[in-house]
Nanobody, 117 residues
Framework: QVQVVESGGGLVQPGGSLRLSCAAS????????MSWYRQAPGKEREFVAG????????KYADSVTGRFTISRDNAGKTMYLQMNSLKVEDTAVYYC??????????WGQGTQVTVSS
């Protein structure tokens, strides 16, 4: 069974940094996309960043371009989201997801990121 587990959320001041991690397990195929989404209170879930495997094609939402960086480890099953220059409006629950031709779309339970002074 495919599983993804997020970690690394927390409270940070505006302008600070956090790194989120997403550990995926339970599959053996190498063709998939791992992505980060977020949902702020009272708002719809929105795409943040995505990374393909293989190929390492990266895509970012306009709102985080230049501040967030998505990456993964060499094994390809742990993904990271380095978040710099955080803003109050980045406050949200951040979710990791994975999907591919032979990997069922799977979501994690989310990790809270709060940006506040």
């Amino acid at each position: 069974q495919v599983q993804v587990v997020e970690s690394g959320g927390g409270l940070v001041q505006p302008g600070g940094s956090l790194r989120l991690s997403c550990a995926a397990s339970g599959f053996f195929f190498s063709n998939y996309v791992m992505s980060w989404y977020r949902q702020a209170p009272g708002k719809e879930r929105e795409f943040v960043a995505g990374l393909t495997n293989p190929g390492s094609v990266r895509k970012y939402a306009d709102s985080v371009t230049g501040r967030f960086t998505i990456s993964r480890d060499n094994a390809g099953k742990t993904m990271y989201l380095q978040m710099n220059s955080l803003k109050v409006e980045d406050t949200a629950v951040y979710y990791c997801t994975i999907k591919g031709p032979r990997v069922p779309e799977t979501w994690g339970q989310g990790t809270q990121v709060t940006v506040s002074s």
